[in-house]
């Protein structure tokens, strides 16, 4: 027990003396010496770690820009499926799907193109594009001959509150037309009545366009 006791006043005496006679610049450099093999190991691994990441970033950044010009370079509708099936989360890929409905439009295949409208209407990342792509689903029913279908889909976003006015005041438009087509002249009225006493926001002409478009179509109806 004693000899323990005294190896222990040794360490705590021998602790005070370094204290003593060290300066802490003088501690760090004989600590330094004794350890530098670990500490360059650390900090080679640190150095490593933060190059690593930096290197990861800049291959995902220019994955990403890699992405988005197949996307852009895609010259017809093939090309653009084939780029959206092997990057379907690049930046821009909405709007290359919804670029992607328009070829569809011109091809006349407006089944496909409304399924891809349809998707962008309800999952797209911006609610401008998404509204856009709801509308311009709508009109792909019409022109596949899906007048009742179409009716139903533009009635649907004229009474959508969150939805623009000036999509509103299309779609309304646009439904109290087929209304017509399809020899409703009682909806037709209602819708085109309604849409004459929407307010159009400030400096919005277009509800003042499908306003005025509304009127001389009800004047038409007998």
Partial sequence: MATTKVKKNSKQLNREIENTLFSDNERFE???????????AAAIAVVVAIT?????????????????????????AAELE??????????GADAARFRLAGMYQADKKYDRAYQVLDKLAANA????????ARLTAAYMLE????????????????????????????????????????????????????LRMMEAPAGDVAVGFWKERAQMLEHSIN
């Fill in 52 to 76: 690593l990441v930096f290197a990861i970033r800049m291959h995902v950044a220019k994955a990403g820009r890699q992405a988005s010009a197949k996307l852009a370079a895609a010259a017809n």
């Fill in 143 to 194: 022109l596949a001959g899906k007048t009742a279908d179409a009716v139903k889909r533009f009635s649907a976003i004229a009474a959508l509150p969150a939805t623009p006015a000036a999509s509103r005041a299309e779609a309304s438009y646009a439904a109290g037309r087929l209304y017509l087509q399809l020899g409703n002249k009682t909806e037709a009225k209602q819708v085109l009545g309604k």
């Fill in 30 to 40: 004989m600590f330094f010496a004794a350890n530098w093999k670990k500490i360059m």
């Fill in 125 to 132: 990342a911006e609610p401008q594009l998404r509204n856009k």
């Fill in 82 to 91: 084939k780029a959206l099936a092997e990057n379907p989360r690049a930046a």
